[in-house]
T-cell receptor, first 115, second 115 residues
Framework: EAGVVQSPRYKIIEKKQPVAFWCNPI?????LYWYLQNLGQGPELLIR????????DSQLPKDRFSAERLKGVDSTLKIQPAELGDSAVYLC?????????????FGPGTRLTVL | ELKVEQNPLFLSMQEGKNYTIYCNYS?????LYWYRQDPGKSLESLFV?????AVKQEGRLMASLDTKARLSTLHITAAVHDLSATYFC???????????????FGQGTILTVHP
């Protein structure tokens, strides 16, 4: 079974440029998450989707960050314009949210460097 | 606001020794996860603990949950070099019932096992 797929794996941009990250979750998973992980820290949730609906975006800096999950499958996270402080690893995770356990499975992440 | 604290943050062990990583959290929850992260890689799910007194074991790792003390432990038995990684605990911001799906991660414990 394929895991969570993310692209690109690495991205280097100059500040004020836009950037987008793509995520394809595990087949059949209805819930998709975007996390930000700074060096030496645990991941922090940015946004959570159940199917196509963003059910928790309270931690998403909406002035520059946006996300979408069309058709309840793939998702894109965008930053425009990027700032130096946005340099981090952006992780996508997915899970099946129903009864019982909801283990989140993580993708390899996109390492963003803003110069 | 849910806070999750791990200790120690850095752990240097000799092969063959035993040690415990502690995960304390600040609000009621009965759903806790342990993840492993190798350098430059994504997070791998190790254990899901769903109730007070839950104990899970896999190889040289054993995890337990005490919801009354708001404490989880990850015990390492007879450490080997392959266990070197960063270990994160994550708490679901929900008590009872179905998962809320919002994980709050600890800072991570960097484990290094020496010959």
């Amino acid at each position: 079974e394929a895991g969570v797929v993310q692209s690109p794996r690495y991205k280097i941009i100059e500040k004020k440029q836009p950037v987008a990250f793509w995520c394809n979750p595990i087949s059949g998973h209805n819930t998709l998450y975007w996390y930000l992980q700074n060096l030496g820290q645990g991941p922090e949730l940015l946004i959570r989707y159940e199917n196509e609906e963003a059910v928790d975006d309270s931690q998403l800096p909406k002035d520059r960050f946006s996300a979408e999950r069309l058709k309840g499958v793939d998702s894109t996270l965008k930053i425009q314009p990027a700032e130096l402080g946005d340099s981090a690893v952006y992780l996508c995770a997915s899970s099946w949210t129903g009864t019982g356990t909801t283990t989140q499975y993580f993708g390899p992440g996109t390492r963003l460097t803003v110069l | 606001e849910l806070k999750v604290e791990q200790n120690p943050l850095f752990l240097s062990m000799q092969e063959g020794k035993n040690y415990t990583i502690y995960c304390n959290y600040s609000t009621t929850s009965d759903r806790l996860y342990w993840y492993r992260q190798d350098p430059g890689k994504s997070l791998e799910s190790l254990f899901v603990l769903l109730s007070n007194g839950a104990v899970k074991q896999e190889g040289r790792l054993m995890a337990s949950l005490d919801t009354k003390a708001r404490l989880s432990t990850l015990h390492i038995t007879a450490a080997v070099h392959d266990l070197s990684a960063t270990y994160f605990c994550a708490v679901d911001a929900n008590a009872g019932g179905t998962s809320y799906g919002k994980l709050t991660f600890g800072q991570g414990t960097i484990l290094t096992v020496h010959p």
